[in-house]
């Protein structure tokens, strides 16, 4: 019996070995693979697959003659476990593969071990008590209205999330344009709003309000303990369906254009103290360089705005640089006298100055007078310019600086601002951007009109103290008198954030002015949105947080 089993299997071994003998190519990865499972490189299974197929391949692969478990469950586990060189190197990723085949994946991850979970160690919490309560805590105030006695909101503040919520909520009334206009349109289809059109101009509407009011810096807090709490506003503008559920209901009026050129719409723009007020469909509209409405609008926002606001700048810094003491050099030379860089030095502070109220006034440029005194040669022009130049631009002046010889021979220089020029009026049609829509929001979080004279005796004082104006320039002319019984009261609230914040008065119109004056505030005829523009929503937080916080620590 022994003897038949042996000849059996002996002609099973000669029958295997008649079938894969011929497969020269493949004979020694299958062997290799049989004794050593699992760390058969990728070139020699590709051989196989070629030779026999795929399915044979992977017959051969988990094969094993005994026992009768396949070993590829157990040779390749220790190969893992002992770091055997089957598992590092090129061949590595063979062997997981053919591991996760013939084991799974969770069972290949268990060979390799989990991996540990870090746990960082917490820093211990070191707020005191007091603190723990205040950052727990919500603070609300509804339908908020600034001691300004104008702007209506909402403000949420959650101290652990660091954030002031400033909710407007507002109510469109859109109204169609007068059909007794209708001869005068180019397309009378115009004159009606859709129902697209009135979603589109509120989410334009929303849009560019945040594009202004969107990016607030935070207030912060010098408490002690509370030195890293903020709080940073947040403008949110909900659309109410109805007017009783709003802040501001507002109307907003049909504009078309005219058959002659132009536009038209009616009503006017603006909000009133507390809960209205109208638009005209052009207001959410960029109305200078690049709207749909500039090209109709840019010429009127020039004359209104624009240039007005260049004017009153050419006209601060002339009388600006007039200030400033000659800047004094040595005979015969380009070296400083005592005093000549001091002097210097003084100058580019009083250009730099103009920046606090004008968004544009690098644009204008400066000649620098120098003179040259009898027997002093020409070349002291050049180098006493250059002398002069280097402190400006080290102190960061950026205004076009000009050579000019002075008219007298004398050994010092002055600086004046330059003649005027077309090309500095362009630049600031080029760089203003309005949106009629921004400055009414400003009015309905509480902030006024700066392009209406001063009129409140506590406005004026802080403007003589800030040095926006002299001590001499505070009588109110017949103008500014008749705005007086509208403002005085809002103006003096307004000058008492300023002075709670520590905050300069912004470019104001003078008390002495004939008209309204303009500069590039936004609150004013212009676009930039100023620090001097968040007290309001500083008041809120610190009137919401007075218990926990005084307000003198809240810093804007």
Not at 264 to 292: L, P, T
Not at 393 to 419: C, F, I
Not at 458 to 464: A, F, G, P, S
Request: glycine share 8%; with cysteine.
């Amino acid at each position: 019996m022994k003897k038949q089993r042996a000849m059996r299997e002996t002609r099973i071994r000669s029958s295997r070995a008649s079938t894969v003998a011929p497969l020269n190519e493949a004979a020694a990865p299958v062997v290799h693979l049989r004794a050593s499972p699992g760390v058969g490189s990728s070139g020699e299974v590709l051989a196989l697959q070629k030779s026999v197929g795929n399915r044979a391949v992977s017959r051969l692969i988990e094969r094993q003659d005994a026992p009768p478990q396949p070993v590829i469950r157990r040779l390749p586990t220790v190969a893992l476990r002992q770091n055997h060189p089957a598992t590092s190197g090129p061949r590595s990723r063979d062997v997981i593969e053919l591991q996760q085949r013939a084991l799974g994946n969770a069972a290949v991850q268990r060979l390799f071990g989990r991996k540990k979970k870090i746990v960082v160690p917490t820093a211990p919490d070191t707020r005191s008590d007091e603190r723990k309560t205040f950052d727990a805590k919500t603070f609300e105030k509804l339908d908020w209205v600034p001691s300004t006695g104008t702007g209506k909101f909402d403000a949420i503040y959650k101290p652990k999330d660091g954030v002031l919520r400033i909710v407007m909520r507002v109510h469109f009334d859109f109204q169609d344009a007068d059909p007794a206009y209708r001869d005068t349109a180019e397309d009378p289809k115009e004159m009606k709003w859709s129902s697209s059109g009135k979603k589109d101009w509120s989410a334009k509407w929303s849009e560019s309000v945040l594009g202004k009011w969107g990016s607030i810096a935070p207030f912060t807090c010098d408490k002690a303990g509370f030195t890293d709490v903020i709080a940073k506003p947040q403008i949110e503008v909900q659309q109410a369906k109805d007017a009783g559920s709003a802040h501001y209901s507002l109307s907003v009026s049909k504009s078309f254009r005219k058959k002659g050129g132009g536009m038209r719409a009616g009503g006017a723009s603006g909000v009133d103290r507390v809960g209205g007020g109208m638009f005209q469909e052009q207001d959410a509209y960029e109305k200078i360089n690049k709207s749909k409405v500039s090209q109709h609008l840019r010429a009127g926002e020039a004359k209104g705005n624009i240039m007005p606001a260049y004017e009153r700048d050419r006209e601060k810094l002339t009388s600006l640089l007039s200030t400033v003491p000659a800047i004094g050099f040595e005979a015969g030379s380009d070296a400083f006298d005592d005093s000549g860089e001091a002097c210097a030095t003084t100058l580019a502070q009083t250009i730099l100055r103009l920046r606090a109220t004008s968004a544009l006034a690098d644009l204008h440029p400066i000649n620098v007078m120098v003179g040259i005194d009898t027997g002093e040669p020409r070349t002291l022009l050049l180098t006493r310019f250059r002398k002069i130049k280097e402190i400006l631009v080290g102190a960061g002046v950026t205004n076009l600086l000009s050579a000019k010889q002075a008219n007298a021979p004398h050994s010092w220089a002055h600086a004046e601002e330059a003649p005027e020029t077309q090309q500095v009026k362009d630049e600031y049609m080029n760089r203003w951007d309005r949106y009629t829509s921004a400055h009414e929001f400003g009015h309905m979080i509480g902030l006024l009109d700066e392009y209406c004279p001063a009129t409140s005796p506590d406005l004026i004082v802080k403007m003589v103290n800030d040095g926006a104006i002299g001590a001499g320039d505070t009588t109110l002319s017949e103008y500014a008198k008749g705005k007086k019984g509208n403002n005085e009261a809002n103006q003096k609230a307004y000058a008492g954030l300023l002075t709670k914040t520590n905050l300069a008065a912004p470019n104001w119109a003078r008390p002495t002015a004939s008209k309204d004056e303009k500069g590039t505030s936004l609150m004013s005829g212009g676009f930039e949105v100023l620090r001097q523009h968040h007290i309001t929503l500083w008041e809120v937080l610190a009137e919401m947080t007075k218990t926990d916080v005084p307000e003198t620590n809240w810093k804007v």
